[in-house]
Structures are given as C-alpha cells and as structure tokens.
C-alpha cells in the first residue's frame, strides 16, 4: 500500500510541473486573453485525459498486484499443507523404520552373535595376513577379506568360504620352505627380480642373504645389517641345498630379532665410542707391542748366537754378550780368581743394560692401559652428569654416547693391558735367561780358573 501511495504522489508531481510548464508556454504564446482562457482550457482538457489514462493504466497494474498476491497466498498455503503431510509421512516412516529393525533382530537371533564372531574373525586375520611374510609370495590376499570385516549385513557362504579359505592357506604355507621369483627392492634405492626362498612364515633368504618384508609397503629388503658369518654361510648352504636336509637359523619372531640388529652396534663402531681416549689407548697397545717385537726378535738373535757360542768357547766372537765376557777371561789369564770373578762381573754389568733394555718400558705401558681406561670412564660419566643438569632423565638415549665412552674406554684400558702383561712376562723370562746364561758360564769360568791356580 505505501509503494502505491508513492507512485500517485509522483505521478501528480509530474502532472502540476507539466501544467506549469505548459502555462508558461501558453502565457508566452497567447496574444490576448481569450486566447489564453482557450489555451488553458485546451490543455486542461489535455492533462485531464493524461490523468485518466494513468489512473486507469493504476487501476489495471493494482487489479494484477492485487491477482499475483492471492496466488502467492494459496501457494504458501498449499506449501504448509504439504509440509504438514511431510512431516507427518516422516514421523509415519521413523516408526516404521523402529518397527522393521525390531522385526530384522527379531529375526536374526543367534545369527547376529554368529556375525559379530565371523566379523571379529575377520579383523585378525586380516592384521595376521598383512603382516605375514607369505603375503610376500602371495600378495592381495587381505583385500578380499576387507569387505567381509566391514560388512553391516549378514555375510554369504562365498564370503565365509573365502575367510575359511585365507585361514587355511595362512596354515599351511606356514609349514612349508618354498622357492619363488620376487621383486627385491636394494638399500641403494634399485630393485632386481631373484630367487626366493620362503621358510615357512619366519624368513626370507636369498644371495646367501636375510631379506625383511615391510607389509606397509608390501616390499621385500635386505636388512641393514646383516647377521654373524657363521649365521650367514649357513644360509647358503642351506639355499644351495636341492634335496635332503640343512640347517639353517631361524627367527622365531618372524623377523623382530633381525631388525633390532639394525640398531645393534658394530664392533669397530664400539671402538670409536671411545673416542679420543680409546684412541690413546690403541696408541700405547700398539707402541707396547712395536717395543715387545723388536725385545723378542733382538733376544731370540742374542740367545741363537750364545748357543752357537757355548759351542765354540776356545774361540770367543764380540758379537755376542758371552763372547764379550770369554775375551774378559782370555785376556786375563794370570789374574787370581778374585781378581777375574770381579772383571767377569763387570762385564755381566756392561751387558745387562742392553739386554733388560726396553723390558721396563713394556711393565709401564701395560700399568698405564688401564689407568687410560679409568680416565675415560671419568670422562665419560663427567659427560653423563652434564647431560642429566642439561636435559633430565627423561630420555635414556641423550646420555648413552656418555655412559659408552665410560665402559668402552674401561673395556680398551683393560684389553690392551693383558696381553702387555703377557708380553712382558715373556720378554722378562727371556732376557733373565740370557742373564742366567751369562752368570753359569762367568761362575764356571772362575771355577775352572780357580782349580787351575790351585793345582
């Protein structure tokens, strides 16, 4: 009602300026005043005409409006009602849903029970043949089975034949030591096709090999680090065996042991644990080894060529400790047997230095290994408190380079001490030997000289 309001007070508007406008004109053009009054009439007559067309053109739009209003009315009307109808046919169909799932598990029974066991079934057989190594040989044998553990309705007997089916195949490939061609994916980030040989559902062996299989992505790999090399050439032996029977190891967690060798620590890796003191210490072993050599090779051509001198006495040589000591004894042939038993040992005196020499040095290098190795652990544990005050002891893994060094440089202190202490033992007995040596034969030389100064 406003806007109609509004357009009849624009359209007088529009009347009253365009009379205005024509009076002005008539005023203009009229040359006395009847013709004015004729003008005026005129034109009244005019704008009473315009006024009737637009009042009647208002009339006919308002009868339209008025006509479009009454269809928009009887059309919400007929919305509500099928709304109404909707909403009731709803309510009606929510009822009847109630009703029909009631009748469904009135009509299951012990079959929905059944269900829920083939589902749960299911499940685990499922997670049971992703992750078995014969999924590696027969891949895709999960995926039939998905279907049936997220089915909502009662499965059919082709179902249930397939998950009796995928059980019986799991147990009896477990039993058996297949050969097969698969695809091995390489650590290098390459693949190749090879021969494959299953045992059971425990391990992968191929090139002499252990392979793991990633059920994630389905792919077979060698594993980061392999096993011992007796556990190795066991493994291929036991693949180039064609007929009878071989020994082979075996991982009875169907791989798990394997993978933890990947985080298990080489021996040269231990050694470098021990960082810049294990490397003091490899230094002194091997000084302490270079010096027990060099004592053994000199004593043992010492010792060869007093042997080869006792054999010759009468004929004394200066390349040798008792030739040295036999010209002592021939050079003083007059003397009184005091007299030559102190010449005899002064010449034992000026001997034993070069033979004892180097021998001492073997005893202190041993005694200093192992204190080498209780400095480490010093180190080592200095290290570990720092990282409890800087970080806690949350994570065991932030204070195990420390705790390592600690073992590992006592492990190097006390390794490179025993066989020094060996060494030296040895070279010891063999220079006290030649020493021995040395003194019979001046107690024998005196002897025999006193005899003859006496007879």
Do not use: C
Request: proline share 3%.
């Amino acid at each position: 009602m406003k806007k109609v309001m509004k357009n009849l007070m624009i359209a007088v508007a529009g009347v009253t300026l365009a009379a205005s406008a024509a009076f002005s004109a008539s005023a203009q053009e009229a040359r006395s005043l009847d013709e004015l009054l004729q003008l005026v009439q005129q034109q009244r007559a005019a704008a009473q005409r315009i006024d009737q067309e637009r009042e009647r053109r208002f009339m006919d739009d308002r009868a339209d409006k008025q006509a479009l209003l009454r269809q928009a009315q009887q059309d919400l009307r007929n919305e509500e009602q099928r709304s109404q109808r909707l909403q009731e046919r709803y309510a009606q169909n929510e009822i009847d849903i109630g009703n029909k799932e009631t009748e469904l598990d009135n009509m299951v029974g012990t079959l929905g029970e059944i269900f829920g066991v083939i589902r749960g079934a299911a499940s685990d057989t499922i997670g049971r043949i992703s992750t078995s190594i014969v999924s590696a040989q027969f891949p895709g044998r999960h995926q039939v089975l998905e279907s049936l553990s997220q089915a909502r309705e009662l499965p059919s007997i082709d179902e249930l034949e397939e998950l009796w089916l995928a059980l019986l195949t799991e147990m009896t490939e477990s039993g058996k030591v297949a050969r097969y061609q698969g695809e091995v994916t390489l650590l290098d980030g390459g693949s190749e096709v090879r021969d494959i040989i299953r045992i059971g559902a425990f391990n992968l062996i191929s090139s002499g090999e252990y392979l793991l299989f990633n059920d994630s992505t389905g792919q077979v790999q060698p594993i980061g680090r392999q096993p011992a090399g007796y556990i190795l050439r066991a493994a291929r032996n036991f693949e180039d065996t064609t007929s009878g029977y071989a020994g082979v190891y075996v991982d009875p967690s169907r791989g798990q042991i394997l993978s933890l060798l990947t985080q298990r620590a080489t021996l040269m890796e231990r050694y470098h644990q021990g960082q810049t003191v294990g490397y003091a210490i490899t230094v002194v072993l091997i000084l302490g080894f270079i010096i027990a050599i060099y004592k053994l090779v000199t004593l043992t051509a010492v010792g060869g060529a007093i042997r080869r001198q006792l054999k010759n006495t009468d004929n004394p040589s200066s390349s040798n400790p008792l030739g040295r000591i036999l010209k002592v004894y021939h050079e003083n042939p007059s003397t009184d047997a005091e007299n030559l038993e102190l010449k005899l040992d002064e010449a034992i005196l000026r001997e034993t230095p070069k033979i004892e020499s180097g021998v001492n040095i073997i005893k202190i290098l041993a005694a200093i290994a192992p204190l080498m190795g209780l400095l480490g652990t010093v180190v080592g544990m200095i290290g570990t408190f720092q990282s409890i005050t800087l970080f806690g002891t949350g994570d065991p893994r932030i204070m195990a380079g420390d705790i390592s060094m600690a073992l590992v440089t006592t492990a190097m202190g006390l390794i490179a001490a025993l066989p020094l202490i060996v060494i030296h033992s040895i070279v010891a007995s063999k220079s006290k030997s030649i020493l021995h040596v040395l003194d019979e034969q001046a107690a024998g030389i005196v002897a025999s000289h006193a005899e003859k100064k006496g007879a």
